[in-house]
Structure formats: C-alpha cells, structure tokens
C-alpha cells in the first residue's frame, strides 16, 4: 500500500522527538542559487578523447588494474577489480584503446595509478552486457555483491563503497530505508534533475535496495525547494512499495545522514553510531538510481549526472558525463571564461578546491561551481574569536565550535576530543560559514581530527608491539 | 586555455557576509543617538567628555599595538565602543584629564593586559569606570542638572580642571533620581525618566533612545536580546515584589528600569559579546544574575547604584557559566561529558 504525504506508523518502542516539524537543531541557509539549472533537463556530454581514469576514486583501496597498455576495451569493460572487501572495480566509460597505465593527479593533491584510454571518434559507444541480477529471485548477499561488482560507491560526494554501507551488520535490523534526495549543497541541481527524469530507475533500485537491506519501510526525503520532484514522485510510487515522499524544510545541512535521520525518523543516531543503530539506512537517490539502471543489465558504471554551474561558466546544466574525463575537457566544452580563478568539485560549503584542471571527473564528482576572478568577493582578514556564539547557534550537532577553536590553537587534542566531542563534528562547515571573524573552524577541526586519529593509532600500535 | 593560476581554499568557500568589524561599527552607530541627546540636554561638556574618552581609547589601544610590536587593531572599531561607553557612563561634568585617564586603564588594564580583544575578561569601558570611581569618588557623583539654561556653551570649570588637581564643585550640580531616592525618599516621574529630562550620566539618561539602539542591534542580530529581556525582567520582577511588600521603603519597578544605568548597562555593557555566556540557556542564567545583583546593591547597599558592579560580577561568572551549561550535544545522552 503506497502511504502518500504523510508518514506511515512507527515502531512503537521508539524514542520520537520531533516528527511534526521534520528537521533538526540549528543549522544555516546559505543562498541556494539553484535556479540557474534546475529547470535544465540532464544532457549527454560529448565524449573526450581522451579518458584518465584514476584508481582511487572510492574510500578504500585502490582498484588493481587487470588490462595491459596497448589492449582496445569496449565501454562498460571491467578494467580493473575489486582489491578487497573496502573496494569497488572500475569498468570502461568509453570504447577506446588504453595507451598508458601511469600514475594520474587526483583531487587531493597527490598521484595514483590510473589508466589512460583514446576514444575511439567513430564508436557507437554502446554499453556491453553483464550478467543480470534479478531483484525477485536473487539473495541479499548476491545484490550486494551486484551492487560492488558495477562499481557503485556513494554518489552524492562521500564515495562510500554502497555494498559496504548496505550490509547490515550481525545482531542488527534495517527497518527505515531512507532514500536521500536532499541536495542541501547550494548550486547543485543533480539529484533534483535525477528525481524528475529517473523515477523509474529510483524505484527499480529501491526494490534491490529493499531486498538488499529487509527495510520494512522507504521513505524519500525531499528538501522544501524541489517540491516538483516530490510531486513527481508520489505521482509514481508502485502500488506495491511502502514507499513515503517527505518534504522537509530547507537547511543546510540536511542533507547529512544524521540530520536526515533525525528529521525523518524523530530519533538521534548515537554518538560515534550509524544509523543502523537506530535501525535506518540511508542511500542517496542518484545511487539508488543507478542501481536501478545498472544491476537489471549487470552493468557497471560508466558515467554520471554532475551539475556544472557557477559565474564563470556559460552552458550551466546538467550533464551526463563519463568519468574520468578530464576537468580542463569539460570546462572547455562549457565555455569556462578564461580568468576563471576558483573551481570546487562538490558545492561550496563541503567541495574541495581544484588546484590542477588535469584531475579527471571521477564517480564522487557532484557538481562543478566555476568562478571567474571578478566574482570572487572575500575579505580574508581573520578577527579574533568574539565568542559571539553564531557558530554555537549553527552547529547541527550542538558542539561549541568557539571553544573548540581556541583549544585547537592551543592544541588542546584531547580536551576537544574527550570532552567536547569533536570526533561528532562531521565537518559541514556551518561554524566557519556564519563566524564574523573569519575564523577557519571548520580546518582546524579536520586538522585536529587527522592528529587525534593519527596519536590513536600510534598508541594502539604501541599497546600491540 | 586557463593560464590563471587557481585560488585554492578549504570548504566552506562561501561566508555569510557578516564581519566582527562590522558588528563592531554597528554598535557605534545605535550608541549615536545616546550621544547627540547626550550634547543637547548636557551641553557641550557631555560632548568634550565623550570625545576624550574616546580619544584616550583609541591613542591607548594604537600605542599598544604599536609597542607589543604588533599591527594596530584600531580598525576593528572595538577601541572607539569602549571609548563611547566609557564616555557615556560618566558625569557630563567630569574633568577630562580623568576621563582620559579613564580611557587608558579601559584599554590597557582593561582589554590589553589579557591579550586584546576577544580575550578580555570583563568589559574594558567598566573596568576604566571602575578605577575611576575608585579614584575619584567625588567627581564621579557630582551631576549636573540636564536642560540647564545657556547650559550649551558654558564649559563647566570642573570639565577643565588642571591634570591633578581637585575639581572645583559647580553651583548647579544636581542629584540623579537615584541618589535622590536613596537618600532622600523622593521618585521622579516615569515619563521623565524614560525620554531622559533628569540628570544622571552623559548616556544613561534617555531609555527610549537606548532601547531603540538595542532593537536596532537584535534585528540585525548583532546582539543577544536575551540579555537585556532577562536583565530588565529580573530587575522588575523583584522591584514589584518588594514595592508590594512596602510601597514607602521600596521604589516602584517602573522607577527602578528607567533610572541611572540599568537600561545602558542592560542593553550595550552586558551585551558585550566577550563577556557573556556563549549558549542561549547561560546567557538568561547571567541576565538573571546580573537583574539580582542590580536590586541588591540599590536597595540594600550603601551605593546609590550597582549597575557597573553586577555587570563585572556576570563578566566574572560567564567563564563559569559556559562550563556548567552546555547543550547537550547531539547523540549523546547527558549534558556533561
């Protein structure tokens, strides 16, 4: 029975907070500058020719490469496999012939093995066929090894590997799936424009999704400002699914997993806990989506929706692009202005900078936000900490970044960490946004939870030696 | 193609706009109108007294800078604040050689000495109030009659005393409503109190003008509301309670919010961001504290007035209140750690 609009019962033995206003503690609204390409339909981007495809694109290991240089592939072709459990495989976005397996740049600054293939410029780029895998018969450890053998990682940035995410872990129950459409990053209209052109493929993929993980129930969470694609998809929900479409209210960062928990469910994940602690997965929609196209043919992923927008570029939208095109390709293709001074791959407030326009587009790839040097208004001068609290009142999770801030100068680690809980913080930069003082909050905190992590493991080492 | 070398930066890459000079610049302007009222019922003594004050706390805080060898914080407009506060909380009489002396413990003991803005302790203008009071009883309660005639042009001989010697008492000083009370029984009228036609210090006198600067501040939200709302309710709470009692002994509330510094000390001195509580819940518990002490101090203490003293006691209390108060934080159980 489909339960429309409003939400279904839930487990009784449940704590539930706040289920009529759906949305979390504090938070920010950062200018959506949405409009730009959310009304623009998802294109094909022409092919490039030439494709670099980086090893590492996922959170885990790096893909082992089992095609020699010199050897034609066809699109869709496995190249290289899955290098352990924390690993997905990387298949052929294109026709073409491999010319090098070197070491290519990646995002974070650093070089990985990575394959560079020629496109072949008369090829009909057709997709070749896998082995289908069929939701009704197969078993839940067969789709998940469906989900990692198409090389399906979490598409909305993270770049989890999705069958790890999905594998409910001994002792533990999945009874929410929650599918997200948030999108609460400004300027980035992918998942708004898949949910209006891929409903089709997101309930495909919920029904692998559903048998995947033994949700008793699905609800699509939709931010405020895609309403279209909430209608959208009520409209389609298949009589036999117990699927939800929930608005919640605009802010960022609702598009967190623990916010999104918390405003669909009422319940708080616990610290240092999954939301399979509460008994909920949650699956971003363009994954789901590709799921849904992919498992039904056995195929891997070749390609993705990112949304390439920003003053510094003229043909804004949202396109079909295959990974491991390279960055300067695209911006070309675009009409990037020449003085473009400031790329992000993400949105602004949790995408990173590009400080090479040789990286490739790689499957995490959201969204390009391209700004040319006249658009760029920052004043960079960094004030004292006036303990104003506009970072108290943002953060999501209640932390005191003031503080926090003042014990990272003072490298106060442990203090943050086992007294002021900075191991929660999960980064959304919501403190450095609203702070008046310019103060990088949000960088001292990464900084500092990269320190924490490192001492630990240093102690662990030595407590084993 | 793209020869541009890329501006790189970590996330977020996009601010709110709003700037801690900014802030800072705001709270000058909703202090503006305190001080041109200031000049048209004192004259222009009240204006020499706050251009000195400001003054003084601007050359400290340059010289300061300058001396630790570190680049001037002047610009960030916290000096000219303290400056003005300083100003508007003293006699519209009181020589100019203290004011300035005022204004060079504000900053130096008061805002330089634990490491600049941001880090002071208390709030530096009350800190240079209270020197001065403790130096200089005498001057710092002699007033001054508002609305005086031909007071505009008339340059007190207190106002221009020698550096270092002892002021000479005006003929026409005037007792504050407060005194007057305190010592001898008698109230003022309300209206008076609240649009300023009394005499009191340079900026304190005018309450509609000083909740139009704190509305001014909270809409634009550059001040914690909470604090003045808990502070002033407090205040009328208990002030109602005690009139009740014994309506001879005890002023009526409406005369305890409107005279002598409780409205500029609620709205523009326990606001100051440094020196207040951090979480919404810590800052009513300081408001609260501060309405208490204010009550105690003018009903049963032996001063006319305890606004400046409360303020420096919350100053003192908020390191204490942010540890005890803290939100719980998300998918943890209790409050503290």
Redesign the interface.
């Known amino acids: 029975m489909p339960k429309n609009g409003s939400k279904g019962e839930k487990n009784s033995t449940d704590i539930v907070l706040n289920l009529q206003s759906h949305t979390f503690r504090h938070g920010v609204h950062p200018p959506e500058n949405k409009e730009e390409t959310n009304k623009l339909p998802i294109r094909q981007f022409s092919f490039s020719p030439l494709i670099i495809l980086p090893m590492q694109q996922h959170i885990g290991a790096p893909s082992r490469i089992i095609v020699r240089e010199g050897q034609e592939v066809l699109r869709g072709q496995l190249l290289a496999e899955a290098n352990g459990y924390m690993s997905v495989p990387v298949h052929a976005p294109v026709s073409g012939k491999i010319r090098k397996i070197a070491k290519v740049p990646v995002i974070s600054g650093q070089m990985t093995e990575g394959i560079h293939i020629e496109t072949f410029p008369y090829s009909g780029q057709e997709v070749i066929e896998g082995t289908p895998i069929n939701f009704e018969t197969a078993s839940p450890e067969k789709i998940l090894k469906g989900i990692q053998d198409a090389g399906i990682v979490g598409l909305g940035g993270a770049a989890f590997p999705t069958h790890v995410k999905l594998k409910i872990p001994e002792g533990k129950f999945c009874d929410h799936l929650i599918i997200n459409g948030i999108e609460c990053e400004p300027y980035l209209t992918t998942d708004h424009r898949v949910m209006l052109e891929q409903a089709n493929d997101i309930y495909i993929g919920i029904r692998y999704l559903i048998k995947a993980t033994g949700a008793k129930e699905v609800i699509i969470g939709i931010e405020g400002n895609k309403q279209d694609a909430a209608d959208h998809l009520s409209k389609l929900i298949p009589a036999d699914l117990p699927v939800t479409v929930q608005v919640v209210p605009v802010k960022y960062p609702q598009g967190a997993e623990k916010m999104l928990v918390t405003s669909l469910l009422g319940k708080e994940v616990p610290s240092g806990g999954l939301p399979i602690d509460v008994k909920a997965v949650v699956v971003n929609v363009a994954t789901t989506a590709e799921i849904g196209r992919l498992l039904p043919h056995g195929q891997g992923i070749q390609e993705r929706v990112i949304t390439i927008t920003g003053p510094g570029v003229k043909k804004k939208g949202n396109y079909l692009i295959p990974v491991g095109t390279p960055l300067r390709y695209v911006l070309e293709q675009v009409g990037a202005a020449e003085n473009i001074s400031e790329v992000y791959m993400g949105g602004p407030m949790m995408g990173v900078a590009v400080s090479n326009l040789d990286i490739s587009i790689v499957k995490g790839t959201s969204g390009i936000v391209v700004f040319g040097e006249d658009n760029i208004a920052k004043t960079d001068k960094i004030f004292p900490c006036i303990k104003c609290g506009a970072c108290v009142d943002a953060c999501p999770i209640s932390l005191n970044p003031s503080k926090l801030g003042i014990l990272a100068k003072s490298e106060g680690y442990d203090t943050m960490a086992e007294e002021f809980h900075l191991m929660d913080c999960f980064e959304c930069g919501s403190c450095s946004f609203v702070c008046p003082s310019n103060i990088p909050l949000v960088q001292y905190f990464r900084l500092s939870k990269g320190i924490i992590r490192k001492r630990n493991a240093e102690k662990t080492a030595k407590a084993n030696v | ?16 706009g ?6 800072m610049r705001n709270v000058v302007y909703a202090m503006l109108p305190l001080v041109v009222f200031s000049v048209v019922s004192f004259g222009l003594n009240a204006l020499l007294v706050i251009i000195t004050a400001v003054a003084s706390s601007v050359l400290t805080e340059h010289a300061l800078c300058r001396w630790s060898g570190k680049s001037s914080t002047v610009s ?1 407009w916290s000096a000219v604040i303290t400056g003005i506060l300083l100003g508007l909380t003293l006699p519209p009489i009181f020589p100019l050689w203290m004011t300035f002396l005022g204004g060079v413990v504000s900053i130096a003991i008061g805002k330089f000495v634990f490491g ?4 002071n302790a208390f709030n530096p203008a009350l800190v240079g109030r209270a020197f001065l009071q403790a130096a200089f009883p005498v001057a710092i309660t002699t007033w001054h009659p508002s609305f005086l005639e031909g007071r505009f042009y008339s340059i007190s001989k207190s106002v221009a005393a020698f550096p270092f010697s002892t002021p000479v008492v005006d003929g026409i000083s005037g007792a504050t409503p407060l005194s007057a009370f305190k010592f001898d029984k008698v109230t003022a009228d309300t209206a008076d109190l609240a649009f300023g036609f009394i005499s009191g210090s340079t900026g304190e006198t005018s309450a509609v003008l000083i909740i139009l600067g704190g509305i001014y501040l909270a809409v634009r939200k550059m001040m ?1 509301w909470r604090i003045p709302v808990a502070i002033l309710t407090t205040v009328f709470v208990l002030s109602w309670i005690l009139h009740i009692i014994d309506n001879q002994v005890y002023p009526s509330p409406e005369f305890m919010l409107f005279s002598g510094g409780l409205m500029l000390g609620a709205v523009f001195m326990a606001t100051d ?2 020196g ?1 509580p ?3 819940r810590g800052v009513v518990v300081y408001g609260v504290f501060i309405g208490l002490i204010v009550v105690v101090i003018r009903i049963w203490g032996g001063l006319p007035e305890g606004v400046m003293y409360a303020i420096l006691l919350g100053n003192a209390l908020t390191p204490h209140i ?1 540890n005890l108060i ?7 159980k209790k409050t503290k ?1």
């Open positions: 193609m793209f020869s541009k070398t890329l501006h790189i930066s970590t996330s977020p890459h996009i601010r709110q709003m700037s801690t000079d900014m802030i960030d600049g803005l941001g880090s914690n961001m440094v207040s951090i979480t919404p942010d803290r939100p719980r934080v998300y998918g943890t750690s």
